[in-house]
């Protein structure tokens, strides 16, 4: 047995058989509850990470202009940014760190679902293999994939959860987005902005239901923190308003007829 399955993956799967076992033999249920611990296990991280990404897109504007200025110095380019992030007392590595610290955890969450989710003899062998010698964790073995109107073990063919993903994906991103002076900078920010969560709807189309489960919960896990810690919707607030306008003027369209 290698050391990353048995430091990190084998605790985070047979954590989450013995979740299946606790909430009524339901791994969707098991899959949310586990989810929403490991955020809370690393939501410091999260919201170190949120701050540090809020003070780089305030010194943005900051940054575009001394790299016009210095364009053609490179060495000096580098002095002034590094001097920047000094007087404004951040870490260009604050965004960075944080998310690779988090990492392992995600990945070995990830993994965990795949082989808990075992259909077949083979992977039936290879999930025992990676179980503790519990009779709590062995009985439960294979599990159920049943969850509302999916089975988790493999894509929904219905493209809903697929969908929600995506949305979700792209709300989350939006939120954290700040409009910057650079057109070629926005367009980046804009184009990436679609491409990822296309790229995950086509994720969830491709792999196991529960992956598609579990990446939705935590995107709304995510847009939750984001909303609390920035105080609004960050981004999206102009989406938002103009919902919030079409609101009001409903019941005054009302009252006039």
């Known amino acids: 047995m290698n050391l990353w399955d048995l430091i990190v993956l084998n605790p985070v799967l047979n954590f989450l058989v013995v979740l299946y076992g606790v909430l009524f033999h339901n791994f969707g249920l098991a899959i949310i509850v586990l989810t929403l611990l490991v955020r809370l296990v690393t939501m410091p991280l999260t919201l170190k990470q949120l701050k540090s990404t809020r003070k780089m897109q305030e010194l943005q504007p900051k940054l575009t202009e001394i790299q016009k200025k210095y364009a053609k110095n ?41 082989r808990a989710l075992a259909v077949t003899p083979e ?25 509302l109107w999916i089975n988790l073990a493999v894509p929904d063919g219905t493209m809903l959860l ?9 709300v989350q991103q939006k ?14 920010t804009s184009m990436m902005q679609w491409m990822l969560p296309l790229m995950f709807v086509l994720f969830s189309l491709s792999f ?10 935590s995107n709304l896990i995510g847009i939750a923190v984001q ?21 009001k003027k409903q019941p005054q369209a009302a009252k006039g007829k």
């Open 74 to 114: 490179k060495e000096k380019l580098a002095q002034e940014q590094m001097k920047l992030y000094k007087e404004s007392g951040i870490s260009p590595l604050g965004c960075i760190v944080p998310m690779v610290i988090q990492m392992p955890i995600w990945i070995a969450l990830y993994q965990s679902i795949i």
């Open 123 to 147: 992977a039936l062998s290879d999930l025992s293999g990676h179980l503790y010698s519990w009779p709590m964790v062995n009985k439960l073995a294979p599990l159920g994939s049943d969850f």
């Open 162 to 170: 697929p969908i929600l993903v995506g949305a979700s994906m792209w």
């Open 175 to 188: 939120m954290v987005a700040t409009p910057s002076p650079d057109p070629r900078q926005q367009s980046m």
């Open 208 to 217: 196991p239901a529960g992956l598609a489960l579990y990446w939705l919960f």
């Open 227 to 247: 909303y609390v810690a920035v105080g609004g919707w960050g981004g999206l607030e102009p989406v938002a308003q103009m919902f919030k306008r079409r609101s």
